[in-house]
């Protein structure tokens, strides 16, 4: 699976993207990271992708979505973009790499969170076809409130 844009592309990520996701992590949440140990199993699960949008500087943003045995359902656990690349498609493009992962696990639907004051984001999975269904109070480390969203994937 890999998607080219017109200044970028997206594929899987592999354990060379290691320090740039991690970089990532850390510079865009202040709270709630993956680390190294969870990338190294996730990018090499079953039940898991791990996507990197990449162009020739590197990293731009990445993506990690489960597909839990047994289930119709595919969860977007993380995405980030650099702050370099904002504006450029990238989160779009990553969550349509998403839904095409989501697909290829045979999952007929993909769910979400998102903090409740990450307004952008809300409005980016709401362009998208998402539909708000649901809260989690106190989801995140830090104790915010999360949204749940879900998306058909016909």
Known sequence: M???HSDFSIRP???SDLDALLALERAAFTTDHLSRRQYRRHLHSATATVLAAVDAGGLLGKAVVFHRAGSDIARLYS???EARARGRGVAK???AAVEAAARAHARTRLRLEVRKD???A???YERLGFHRFGE???FYEDGADAWRYEKPLP
């Open 2 to 4: 890999s998607a080219a």
């Open 13 to 15: 990520a592999s354990a």
């Open 79 to 81: 995405i980030a973009v």
């Open 93 to 95: 493009a990553l969550v």
């Open 118 to 120: 990450n307004a952008a």
């Open 122 to 124: 809300i409005a980016l």
């Open 136 to 138: 989690k109070p106190g």
